[in-house]
């Protein structure tokens, strides 16, 4: 089972397994792997052994913690220096609206389309999108329409 690397979600799983009478064994703690006989002259070994198991998960946890920590720090510096470069992220925009030729453009369809001398399904053609897309495009144009560009 693949628990999750913050230290109080490994603290709680680990609680609702113990409540639920499992022992849980780590791979990569030794100590976990001793199961000693239920008699009562091993109580105290066996609660040794849960201290000491304990103790270690939690020094564990607290490790990887700190790793995601730092992995995501690194990240977020590798996004923003990439960002600054000019790297662009996600997907590709099938129409640019920074573009004031390409707004212009669209405002011309919009202003044909209102006119009734084309059809929204004609405009995506043209701009080569779906319809449903050019209703999209069309919306955030009419919103800035007023803004800085004028026909």
Do not use: C, W
């Not at 920590?69 to 990439?82: N, T």
Request: charged content about 35%; glycine content about 4%; hydrophobic content about 40%.
């Amino acid at each position: 089972m693949h628990l999750i690397i913050q230290l109080i979600d490994i603290k709680n799983e680990l609680q609702h397994f113990k409540t639920q009478g499992v022992k849980v064994v780590f791979l990569d703690i030794p100590t976990t792997k001793i199961f000693l006989s239920e008699s009562k002259s091993f109580d105290q070994v066996n609660d040794i052994f849960d201290m000491v198991n304990n103790i270690l998960i939690e020094v564990i946890a607290t490790i990887a913690e700190k790793e995601r920590k730092k992995i995501r720090e690194r990240q977020l510096q590798g996004i923003e220096a990439a960002k600054e470069n000019g790297v662009q992220f996600g997907r590709p925009k099938k129409i640019d609206l920074n573009d004031p030729s390409k707004k212009k453009e669209i405002l011309n369809l919009i202003e044909k389309i209102e006119n009734n001398e084309m059809t929204n399904k004609e405009a995506s053609e043209i701009l080569n999108i779906s319809t449903r897309y050019f209703y999209t495009v069309k919306k955030r144009v009419k919103k800035i329409k007023g803004a800085d560009i004028k026909i």
